[in-house]
């Protein structure tokens, strides 16, 4: 007798709340992918969460460019701590002829002999 007064008073709260149900998501869908272990700098592997499956696809694809081209992702974090230092800073890039100028320019204070700089000027010209 008591599950089916537990049954009526539930079946009540539902039809009574009918409209405030349908209001609420029943389920948040998210796309998960597991990171591998010193990916972010953690020693263990962990999951990221998306709210779109083409978000997580594309998370997918930058790991595996890094694995590709890193090798050990648990090195990912010692080389972003490079980059920072070196990279970042450069705000304005140069153009390959005023880095080739001022190469020849470095060169001829160097007080190398005639030679070495001509060669130096002929290749900077390619």
Not at 13 to 25: S, T
Not at 86 to 107: G, Q
Request: aromatic share 10%; proline share 4%; net charge positive.
């Amino acid at each position: 007798m008591r599950e089916s007064e537990d049954f009526r008073k539930s079946a009540g709260f539902l039809r009574d709340n009918e409209q405030y149900l349908q209001n609420i998501p029943m389920k948040d869908h998210y796309a998960r992918v597991t990171a591998p272990a010193g990916f972010d700098g953690q020693a263990t592997r962990r999951d990221y969460y998306f709210k779109t499956r083409n978000a997580a696809r594309q998370f997918r694809l930058r790991i595996k460019h890094l694995r590709a081209h890193v090798g050990n992702l648990e090195l990912l974090p010692a080389i972003v701590t490079h980059w920072e230092r070196t990279a970042k800073p450069i705000t304005r890039p140069l153009k390959v002829e005023v880095l080739c100028k001022a190469f020849v320019l470095y060169r001829e204070g160097k007080g190398l002999d005639k030679a070495t700089l001509s060669e130096d000027r002929y290749i900077s010209r390619l």
